[in-house]
C-alpha cells in the first residue's frame, strides 16, 4: 500500500538504519570491566539499547559512578563505533531510492549527536540526510514527539505527509503521537508482539520492503 502525499521521511539510526549492537556491546563491558562490574549479556545489552547512553548504563551501577563510567564509555565508543557498526540489509538503497524520488530524509535519534555523526560519515550515508537531529539537543527524548516535530518544521514539512521508520515500541509511540505513519522494521531489541501491539501503520521484516509503501 503507498502512501500517498508523502513528501519527508524521517528515520531512526540504531536497529533501523544501523547494526552498531555489537560496538554498544563491546563498550559497554569494557566500561563495566574497567569499573569492576560484571560484564552483562548481548541479549540484556540490546534489550536495554533506545533511551541514549546515559540510560543504558544508569540501571546497571552505582549512582556516583555513572558521570565517570558514561565519560569512559564514550571514549571508548568512539573508536568501537567505527570497528563494530555496519548498514542493515537494504539501507543504503532505500536511501538512494529515495532521494532520486524527490523525497526529504532526516534522522531522529536517542544516540549523542557526536556519535550519530561518527556513525552516519563512517558509514558514508551522510550525504543522504537533509537534518539530523538527536536527543542531546532536546529537551524530551523518544516516546516524546518532540524530535519528530522539530524535524517537521526544520524540513517545512507536514505530519500528513510524513512517514517515520523507526525499530522500536518508542518510535511506534513517538510517530503516534506526532500524528505521523509510522512503520516499524523488525531489525531492533522490540519484540514482534509488542511492536504490534503498539499499533503502527505497518510492520515490515527489512527496509528494502519499504519501497511498497514510497
Not at 31 to 53: E, H, N, T
Not at 59 to 68: A, G
Not at 117 to 132: A, G, T
Not at 150 to 168: A, E, K, S, Y
Request: aromatic share 8%; glycine share 6%.
Amino acid at each position: 500500500m503507498r502512501i500517498k502525499g508523502s513528501t519527508l521521511v524521517i528515520f531512526d539510526l540504531d536497529g533501523t538504519l544501523v547494526d552498531a549492537y555489537p560496538a554498544i556491546t563491546e563498550s559497554f563491558n569494557h566500561v563495566m570491566r574497567a569499573f569492576g562490574y560484571p560484564a552483562r549479556s548481548a541479549r540484556l545489552i540490546r534489550a536495554a539499547v533506545g533511551k541514549g547512553d546515559r540510560n543504558l548504563l544508569a540501571p546497571f551501577v552505582k549512582k556516583e559512578d555513572l558521570p565517570e563510567m558514561l565519560a569512559a564509555y564514550r571514549r571508548h565508543h568512539s573508536n568501537s563505533l567505527k570497528r563494530k557498526s555496519r548498514l542493515l540489509k537494504g539501507a543504503r538503497h532505500i536511501l538512494g531510492y529515495l532521494k532520486r524520488k524527490g523525497y526529504k530524509l532526516g534522522i531522529a535519534s536517542n544516540r549523542p549527536t557526536r556519535f550519530s555523526r561518527i556513525l552516519l560519515k563512517h558509514l558514508k550515508v551522510e550525504h543522504f540526510f537533509d537534518y539530523v537531529l538527536c536527543s542531546d539537543k532536546l529537551k524530551h527524548m523518544k516516546p516524546h514527539p518532540e524530535i519528530l516535530i522539530r524535524i517537521i518544521r526544520r524540513l517545512q514539512g507536514d505530519p500528513r505527509h510524513t512517514l517515520f521508520v523507526g525499530d522500536m515500541v518508542i518510535d511506534a509511540q513517538a510517530g503516534s503521537r506526532a500524528g505521523v505513519k509510522t512503520i516499524i522494521v523488525t531489525t531492533g531489541s522490540s519484540s514482534i508482539a509488542s511492536i504490534r501491539s503498539s499499533r503502527p501503520f505497518a510492520v515490515i521484516k527489512n527496509l528494502n520492503q519499504l519501497s511498497s509503501f514510497v
